[in-house]
């Protein structure tokens, strides 16, 4: 695999990563807790893969500029700060709702992950979107 198809498995990894996440939380609501496990267990290994990928990517690229005019510079800015601050905010959140499940302390966690599953899903999605306007946009 080369340099040049890093970002387009970081959107890949992204977007499996918010696929197992809504998994998991369907998994949860419907009392699977088996099933939960699994597929938050894959969505935190899609998401550290991604940060792995996405680190030897930019380690060896740089910053990638957008050249995007018009409208969509505005939008792809506010994206990608939101997107830049919550996925720095995100993964102390992750591990922090993680080690309460391995704690058995159910209620902290749940209590946690009620805020961290929409941010997780919210820094997974906008990654993509970040991605197809940096790559794919015409």
Known sequence: MNTASLPTLNAILNATSACLVIAGLIGIKT???GSHILFMSLALVASALFLVSYLIYHL??????FLGTGWTRPVYFTILITHTILAIVIVPLILRTVWWASRRQ???HTALARKTVPLWLYVSISGV???????RMP
């Open 31 to 33: 009392r699977r807790i």
């Open 60 to 65: 060896q690229v740089g910053s990638v500029r």
């Open 129 to 135: 979107v970040v991605y197809w306007m940096l790559y």
């Open 106 to 108: 159910f209620a902290a």
